[in-house]
């Protein structure tokens, strides 16, 4: 939900340590991109670097809802393809916040 609307309305997007954090609407959203768990409600650091607003922070949510799809996908397999597709995902979203 987060996503669709930064995709949408633009919000801002942060970054601190091993996870990112995205702001939309008053509604924070996490992910801790060593496990790929998604969180809501999970606020930054103080410390936390602004690393997108506005334009390009709908840019970054529309690649983020489409590596959430393939994340969702990938819970429900098993062995080697599971491993492959969950690594995948850690890949593109290191390159989407690059």
């Known amino acids: 939900m987060a996503l669709r609307l930064l995709a949408q309305k633009g919000g801002k997007i942060y970054t601190y340590g091993e996870k990112i ?12 991109l060593r496990l790929l768990i998604w ?17 390009e922070a709908k840019a970054i ?3 983020f809802a489409q590596l959430l799809e393939r994340y969702t996908e990938a819970k429900t397999m098993k062995g080697t393809a599971k491993e492959a597709l969950m690594r995948s995902i ?7 916040l690059t």
């Open 90 to 96: 850690k890949e593109k979203t290191l390159y989407v």
């Open 21 to 32: 954090y995205i702001y939309v609407e008053e509604t924070w959203l996490s992910l801790n």
């Open 61 to 63: 949510a529309t690649e």
């Open 39 to 55: 969180r809501v409600g999970e606020r930054p650091p103080p410390r936390a670097e602004l690393i997108a607003e506005g334009e």
